[in-house]
């Protein structure tokens, strides 16, 4: 079955634009979480979604936000994007109860110029 | 809050040496603990987890024992190959479902023949 799918694999912003990373989740799987992996922090969590609900939320800014849609497909948006901002970022699907395992997408790496 | 440390990298072995993996967690409850691995061009996948206290997780010849004591889950397996050449990340959670709350920041593994 296929895997966790990330659109755009790269993308160029300049400071000040506004960004939206795309998520589609395994098929059946109702959560999607979201992660920020740069070399200096390593692997930060940003928020996770479960039946288009925000259930879980990291500690970052109001810039970033989300949103998860009914077929769980899931959008990430950063606002008044800073050179701090670029990073690989990640997206994960589970079926969010019990032991499940996370299941990685291969990230789409955002640079801010 | 809720942090992960693990050993910096890279670490480089010969075929069959054996591998140790530090990692040591804080976090304000229960957690549960786990080690990700990610293959050279590949995304993130579960290596294997434990959800308590004593509980040892156990996949692909890779083992980690989820001392409260200690707080630590340390990675290890007896005999290396050249395919465990990878990154692997500690991560912890006490969030529903498992979400990855906290990870470490990776510790590069390289395995020469």
């Known amino acids: 079955k296929a895997g966790v799918t990330q659109t755009p694999r790269y993308l160029i912003k300049t400071r000040g634009q506004q960004v939206t990373l795309s998520c589609s989740p395994i098929?059946?799987?109702?959560?999607v979480s979201w992660y920020q992996q740069t070399p200096g922090q390593g692997l930060q969590f940003l928020f996770e979604y479960f039946s288009e609900t925000q259930r879980n939320k990291g500690n970052f800014p109001g810039r970033f936000s989300g949103r998860q849609f009914s077929n769980s497909r899931s959008e990430m948006n950063v606002s008044t994007l800073e050179l701090g901002d670029s990073a690989l970022y990640l997206c994960?699907?589970?079926f969010g109860q019990g032991n499940s395992p996370l299941h990685f997408g291969n990230g789409t790496r955002l640079t801010v110029t | 809050g809720n942090s992960v440390t693990q050993m910096e990298g890279p670490v480089t072995l010969s075929e069959e040496a054996f591998l140790t993996i530090n990692c040591t967690y804080t976090a304000t409850g229960y957690p549960s603990l786990f080690w990700y691995v990610q293959y050279p061009g590949e995304g993130l996948q579960l290596l294997l987890k434990a959800t308590k206290a004593d509980d040892k997780g156990s996949n692909k010849g890779f083992e980690a024992t989820y001392r409260k004591e200690t707080t630590s889950f340390h990675l290890e397996k007896g005999s290396v190959q050249v395919s465990d050449s990878a990154v692997y990340f500690c991560?912890?959670?006490?969030?529903?479902?498992?979400?990855?709350?906290?990870f470490g920041k990776g510790t590069r593994l390289s395995v020469i023949a």
């Open positions: 098929s059946g799987h109702r959560s």
């Open positions: 991560a912890l959670s006490d969030l529903p479902g498992n979400t990855p709350l906290a």
């Open positions: 994960a699907s589970s």
